[in-house]
């Protein structure tokens, strides 16, 4: 009895589903840090999913509402040097990815893509050039743009593709359409179906629309689908299993195609939305019905800004 107990225990943990349902049970979706029973002390952390790529997770800035979520980088170590996907956000957040880097490698890293421009993406760049001054830092040319004036400002741009051979890693950097910042990239790693997605993916949180294109981002998380992926990895949120990481994925996809299904019919209403005041005031949120979306963390403050930006996409008032 006592090693037939044994026997389906290791079956379930053989068995995918098995596995991935008893996983489901124990975590709790949300992207909080709080929700795993951890503080920002347990951060800095980092974990191998693959050989020589790593998953590196630090603490981002507590919300308006005290929440704390983490900012995800992906280091992919070669055999000619390191390749960072995304820094983190201020100095010392900086010099602590810059000491792991170091740990996990003595090889330099050569290249570093900013899939994200916004601060908590590349706050601690500073640090990492300072580390590796050879390091080339990547972009899209609209982020490029927006860093114009940053202590670090990308000099080499992808506005399609590129790719990238390492120490026999192939890097394709991909622009798959406009989405959470206006100049998101993702990369792509076809040896180990891994793509790196950034802030194209909040796994487990709101997806906060400030500088979004909305529309434009449930397209770009449809092209991202249409790629052959083992991990997808976002900008926010945690790490789990590889099957957790594409339905949640579905998951933030379906919210956005909410937040923008939700903007058209308000603005179709004729329900007033203004851009005026910090955040913007939009009447038109209060009527919203939320339903399961609701109990998405830090969904709260951040509904104003997103039925607003459907509402600038509408009447075209998007940044070109
Ligand atoms: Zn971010």
Redesign the pocket.
């Known amino acids: 009895m006592k090693l037939l107990g044994l026997i389906a225990a290791v079956a379930a943990c053989l068995s995918p589903l098995g596995a991935s349902a008893a996983h489901s049970a124990e975590v709790p979706k949300s992207g909080l840090i709080a929700a795993r029973g951890l503080t920002e002390k347990d951060f800095p952390r980092w974990r191998a999913i693959l050989p020589d790529i790593y998953v590196y997770e630090d603490t981002h800035a507590p919300d308006p509402d005290g929440s704390v979520i983490g900012?995800v980088s992906l280091i992919v170590v070669t055999k000619d040097g390191v390749v960072l996907m995304d820094g983190q956000g201020d100095a010392m957040d900086g010099q602590r990815l810059v000491d792991t880097i170091r740990k996990l490698s003595p090889l330099p890293l050569k290249y570093v893509v900013v899939a994200?421009d916004?601060i908590?993406?590349v706050g601690g760049n500073t640090e990492i050039k300072a580390a590796w001054p050879g390091a080339v830092f990547i972009s899209s040319p609209a982020s490029q743009k927006v860093l114009a004036k940053a202590p670090v400002v990308p000099t080499e741009t992808v506005s399609d593709k590129r790719v990238i051979t390492l120490g026999g890693t192939e890097f394709q950097i991909l622009n798959l359409g406009r989405a959470h910042t206006g100049g998101d990239l993702a990369v792509y790693l076809p040896q180990t179906k891994v793509l790196f997605l950034g802030?194209i993916y909040a796994r487990d949180i709101f997806p906060s629309q400030r500088s979004s294109y909305p529309s434009e981002w449930v397209a770009t998380l449809k092209k991202a689908k249409t790629l052959d992926v083992s991990w997808y990895i976002p900008?926010?949120g945690f790490v789990d299993t590889m099957a957790e990481m594409r339905a949640d994925l579905d998951a933030s996809l379906k919210i956005q195609e909410y937040i923008v299904a939700e903007g058209k019919r308000l603005h179709a209403l004729g329900l007033p939305c203004t851009n005026e005041g910090k955040p913007p005031v939009c009447e038109a949120a209060k009527q919203v019905n939320w339903g399961p979306f609701a109990a998405v963390p830090q969904t709260r403050g951040k509904q104003d800004i997103a039925i607003n930006r459907v509402y600038m996409e509408l009447d075209g008032k998007l940044p070109k």
């Open positions: 900012t994200s916004h908590d993406h802030e900008g926010h």
